[in-house]
């Protein structure tokens, strides 16, 4: 694709764009003069859909109207409220049905998966993580180590970007396999770098982990609904990841939890227990002995938080209205243009440390500026350029295909320079 610099090639970007009209479904934070805000930053709280309010409030009358009832009489009958997520949210993270859950949180899920997957023995022990793994994630890791009776120092094997480099390289993650691959339990990797933008191969690290007898485990808080990661077809064992970020469900909402459909029948696996991941056959009969459901419903603890799944639903009724594709499609445009935008200031002050392959990236850009302080995204968000600042030098910008225009795009590349 061929761009210009110019607001009038973005308007006519936008108005090529098939899917332009969906930013009239979600509520735009607006300035003083009711002009939009410009929000790129969806990879950390996505915006609300307008129709959030309404699959809430249809919940509350029902509860208002039925009380216990609801549980089998609510529009949405309250008791299988799980499962009206489950075919939308496998189809955006490439996954078969039975493989997906949406449950909890994100880290309360690392840890369930832990308790089944990270099996450590004396010898076997370590867990391979990302240098730039985001603190939760390093911080589970650490305290399953130590829960096992492991140093947690000596435990974590850092994955690191070579010296003067910014991006991981899988070859060098291959390195530390056949170096030590003997002593590595697990692989626990973000699946695309909340820091750097980076989409990793997920099949290729399966791989290389299985080749040493490792489990594969993919934090994927920033790819769902950002990149197709093809879970299942990536041979990862389990995956996690929040509906908070692309997936549009409102603060801290409840997260999504994969296991790979090799590990679906196998009863006998280490894992915690609820009435929930019991059999749905007998569930009701309270009585022993515990049965466990196959699949990843298996991993469930309790009965479903209705309130909070409600907008869960009214975002993934949008994505199946769209599609992955559709969605990928513009991202790749959207956020090629920002970089074209980006490399047309011609400062070397400027650089952008997120991968230049469109496959390699999902919609964030993360723009390193020399000898800048966080006084720079200060005059940005006092201009409503709303980005997220990184210490020392980064910004990271998410231009999100669902709401985010061309001319968005343009106008903060505009303010950006006035700063610079
Ligand atoms: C956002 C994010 C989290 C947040 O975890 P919660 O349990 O939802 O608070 C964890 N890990 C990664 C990689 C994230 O991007």
């Not at 189809?91 to 949406?102: M, S």
């Not at 832990?114 to 994630?137: L, R």
């Not at 227990?273 to 309790?302: C, I, Y």
Request: charged content about 25%; glycine content about 6%.
């Amino acid at each position: 694709m061929k761009y210009q610099n110019s607001l009038a090639f973005a308007k006519q970007l936008d108005k090529e764009d098939k899917l332009s009209s969906l930013r009239n479904r979600f509520l735009i934070p607006k300035d003083k003069n009711g002009d939009d805000w410009l929000y790129f930053t969806g990879n950390s709280l996505g915006l609300q859909p307008k129709s959030t309010k309404d699959y809430i409030s249809q919940e509350l009358e029902d509860w208002a109207n039925l009380g216990v009832e609801g549980h089998f009489e609510a529009k949405h009958p309250w008791i299988n409220y799980h499962e009206y997520l489950t075919d939308k949210m496998a189809k955006i993270v490439g996954a078969k049905p039975p493989e997906v859950v949406i449950m909890n949180t994100l880290t309360t899920n690392l840890h369930l998966l832990m308790v089944s997957f990270y099996q450590p023995t004396k010898t076997k022990y370590k867990i391979v993580i990302e240098s730039d793994a985001f603190p939760s994630d390093r911080y589970a890791v650490e305290s399953q180590l130590k829960f096992h009776g492991f140093d947690a120092d000596e435990g974590v094997i850092l994955w690191k970007p070579r010296v003067g480099e910014e991006l991981l390289r899988i070859e060098d993650l291959e390195e530390i396999l056949t170096n030590q691959g003997d002593e590595i339990a697990m692989l626990l990797i973000g699946g695309l770098n909340y820091y750097t933008g980076q989409f990793l191969d997920l099949k290729r690290i399966a791989e290389i982990g299985h080749a040493k007898g490792c489990v594969v485990g993919i934090d994927l808080a920033h790819g769902a609904g950002n990149v197709q990661p093809n879970l299942h077809d990536s041979g990862v064992d389990f995956a996690a990841w929040c509906t908070y970020k692309y997936l549009n469900s409102g603060p801290g909402s409840i997260a999504g939890l994969f296991v790979h459909e090799k590990h679906a029948y196998k009863k006998d696996l280490p894992r915690f227990a609820g009435w929930w991941n019991h059999n749905k056959e007998t569930r009701f009969n309270m009585r022993q002995p515990f049965d466990v459901l196959p699949g990843a419903e298996g991993w469930q603890l309790s009965n479903p938080p209705v309130l909070a799944m409600a907008p869960i639903l009214a975002s993934l009724d949008l994505f199946e209205e769209v599609g992955m594709d559709a969605l990928r499609e513009k991202s790749e445009k959207l956020t090629g243009y920002f970089e074209f935008l980006i490399n047309e200031i011609g400062s070397d002050d400027i650089k952008i440390i997120t991968p230049k392959k469109p496959k390699e990236r999902g919609c964030q850009l993360s723009i390193q500026v020399k000898n800048a302080d966080k006084s720079l995204h200060k005059k940005l968000m006092e201009n409503h350029v709303i980005t997220d600042w990184r210490e020392p030098d980064v910004i990271r910008c998410a231009p999100v295909p669902m709401y985010n225009s061309f001319e968005d795009v343009y106008q903060m590349v505009e303010i950006l320079k006035k700063y610079l």
